[in-house]
């Protein structure tokens, strides 16, 4: 079975500096990796995702994620962030075989003016 | 990205009713649809699998009397909460897949509160 850990359920950032959401996963097989985003009340939209192919994964909106087989993680990164960035953070692992998508607690990334 | 459309938004009912909420993928056929529950502050919790044509395969500890699916086509499927409860209340989402290994699209929710 496979288990996600996102070990920071908040993280305050001040607009335009760099941030970390980290992601740690568990699994005995080979897997996708995802990063959804949620703002409120509404459903997730994809961010990211690793499938295979090069480690280093990036979003049309600036934030990237780092597939380290070595450490299980898939740590969502983004260099200088902005207000609208403020959500919540998903991220989700799936197996080959079920397809069905595993998800982390969340990180609530709040951005301060 | 693809479209997946769930109707209520939101909906408040009476403590023993039923409420459907409704699922569909409005520019692709889904045969997969995945119902997750989501508790305040907390991660999604998947609730059933259920493919078209198919009986929905449930999670363990979800009650199927009590959560109903239905995809009885490739474009909809849909979730009755039977009898609701007020701990019933929380924020369902569904997901819809074209197909296996394919990308899963999510709808925008629907916020229950039984009273």
């Known amino acids: 079975a496979q288990s996600v850990t996102q070990l920071d359920s908040q993280v305050p950032v001040f607009e335009e500096a760099p941030v970390e959401l980290r992601c740690n996963y568990s699994s005995s097989v080979s897997v996708y990796l995802f990063w959804y985003v949620q703002y409120p009340n509404q459903g997730l939209q994809l961010l990211l995702k690793?499938?295979?192919?090069?480690?280093l994964v990036e979003s049309i909106n600036g934030f990237e994620a780092e597939f380290n087989k070595s450490q299980t993680s898939f740590h969502l990164r983004k260099p200088s962030v902005h207000i609208s960035d403020t959500a919540e953070y998903f991220c989700a692992v799936s197996d080959y075989s079920t397809d069905k998508l595993i998800f982390g607690t969340g990180t609530r990334l709040q951005v301060f003016p | 990205g693809a479209v997946v459309s769930q109707h209520p938004s939101r909906v408040i009912c009476k403590s023993g009713t039923s409420v459907k909420i409704e699922c569909r993928s409005l520019d692709f056929q889904a045969t997969t649809m995945f119902w997750y529950r989501q508790f305040p502050k907390q991660s999604l919790m998947l609730m059933a699998t259920s493919n078209e044509g198919s009986k929905a395969t449930y999670e363990q500890g979800v009650e199927k009397d009590k959560f109903l699916i239905n995809h009885a086509s490739l474009t909809l499927s849909t979730l009755t909460v039977t009898s609701a409860h007020p701990e019933d209340s929380s924020f369902y989402i569904c997901?819809?897949?074209?197909?296996?290994?394919?990308?899963?699209?999510f709808g925008q929710g629907t916020r229950l509160t039984v009273v």
């Open positions: 690793y499938l295979s192919g090069s480690t």
């Open positions: 997901s819809a897949r074209a197909g296996s290994g394919t990308e899963a699209f």
